[in-house]
Every structure is written in C-alpha cells, then in structure tokens.
C-alpha cells in the first residue's frame, strides 16, 4: 500500500528550500560578517545525505556561498550496534577543509529516538573540533529517547510507534513524496 501522503513532490521541493532559507538566515551567511563561521552540511547515509547535497545547491542559489558537503556513516558509533541486523557500511566523507571551527549542519531524514544523531555527534569528534554543530530533518516523527532536538524540522508528524514513514527522493526512488505506513 502507498500509505497516507503527508508530503507531496512539491512539498519536498517547498520544505527543502524553506529550510535551506532558515539555515540561511540563521547563520546570517549572506550578511558578509568577517567572523561568520564556514558552513559544512554532513549528511548521514543514505538519504540524509542526498538532502544535504540538495541543501549545498538550494543555499548556493539563495545565498551564493556553497557550503562544503560530507557524509558521516554512524554505524560503527550505534551503541545497539550488537542488537542490530547487520548493514554494510556506508560512506564517510570528509567534507573539503574539514570541520575545525566550522558550523556543522547535521542532515538526516527522520528523526525518532535521537540515537542516530548521538551516534553522529561521536563521529564528528574524530574528525574535528567544530564551532557549533546544528540539526535538520525532513520529518520530525517524535518517540525521543535522548535529550536531542532538530535546528531545522521539515515537518511535525506525529506517529505511534507502530507507523512507518517511507521518505522517497528522486536521486533514489525515481520521485519525490514522504508517506505514513501502518506496519
Ligand atoms: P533514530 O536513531 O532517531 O531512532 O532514527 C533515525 C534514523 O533511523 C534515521 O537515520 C532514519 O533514516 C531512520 N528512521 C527512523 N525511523 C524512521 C522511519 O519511520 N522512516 C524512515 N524512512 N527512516 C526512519
Ligand atoms: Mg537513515
């Protein structure tokens, strides 16, 4: 079953470049401030960090400064690694001129327990020191099991545990929608 749409083609498209504004706005990156911090957006695999590429392009176009890109594969800092079924290993990328004093934009595509975003706060210490790291995700969908909050949320759904949300991207799954499954 297709399940409930609670993000259309063009809402993606809408929800990605609205965030690209806030993340624009919030980091004053197009005030020309001497000490503003270098933007680094680190997806985590797979499609946290096919938004983060659409992210670099959104607020290049808006902004005309291009952020660096990454992507930091967790798996190895899950602290469920042993309960967990067993995945290949994604790629980590460091993004050009690294993180040192940078601020670090995590991008995910869900967020649920914050596990995934603590396990990514571990990885980015072994790849530098930065100035600040914030948080964005598409879909917010609750159950927290950890003191973690996203900067930047996409959409609030609210979900019983049960419920499944598919997020489809286009680099992945030939378009674009977020849908609610009931498992
Ligand atoms: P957490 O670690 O916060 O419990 O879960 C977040 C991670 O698991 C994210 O990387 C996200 O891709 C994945 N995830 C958790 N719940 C869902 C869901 O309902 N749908 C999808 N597509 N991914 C989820
Ligand atoms: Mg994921």
């Known amino acids: 079953a297709a399940g409930r749409e609670l993000l259309s083609a063009s809402d993606v498209g809408r929800t990605v470049a609205r965030i690209a504004h806030q993340i624009i706005e919030k980091t004053a990156l197009d005030a020309g401030e001497p000490?503003?911090?270098?933007?680094?957006?680190?997806?985590?695999?797979?499609?946290?960090?096919t938004l983060?590429?659409?992210?670099?392009?959104?607020?290049?176009?808006?902004?005309?400064?291009?952020?660096a890109l990454g992507s930091l594969d967790i798996t190895l800092y899950r602290d469920d690694l042993r309960s967990r079924p067993?995945?290949?290993?994604?790629?980590?990328?460091?993004?050009?001129?690294g993180i040192e004093d940078a601020l670090v934009v995590l991008v995910d595509d869900v967020l649920f327990s914050g596990r995934t975003v603590r396990s990514a706060l571990d990885?980015?210490?072994?790849?530098?020191?930065?100035?600040?790291?914030?948080?964005?995700?598409?879909?917010?969908?609750?159950?927290?099991?950890?003191?973690i909050r996203a900067d930047y949320v996409g959409k609030n759904v609210p979900t019983s545990r049960s419920e499944d949300?598919?997020?489809?991207?286009?680099?992945?799954?030939?378009?674009?929608?977020v849908y609610l499954h009931q498992e």
Do not use: N
Not at 52 to 67: D, N, Q, W
Not at 125 to 135: E, F, N, S, T
Not at 165 to 177: M, P, Y
């Open 35 to 49: 000490d503003a911090p270098r933007l680094v957006l680190i997806g985590i695999p797979t499609r946290g960090t």
């Open 52 to 67: 983060a590429a659409r992210l670099t392009e959104k607020i290049e176009e808006f902004s005309g400064v291009r952020p």
């Open 86 to 97: 067993h995945r290949p290993l994604e790629r980590t990328s460091v993004p050009e001129g």
């Open 123 to 147: 990885g980015l210490r072994d790849l530098g020191r930065p100035r600040a790291v914030q948080l964005a995700v598409l879909i917010d969908r609750g159950h927290r099991e950890l003191p």
């Open 165 to 177: 949300i598919s997020v489809l991207l286009s680099e992945h799954d030939g378009r674009d929608g």
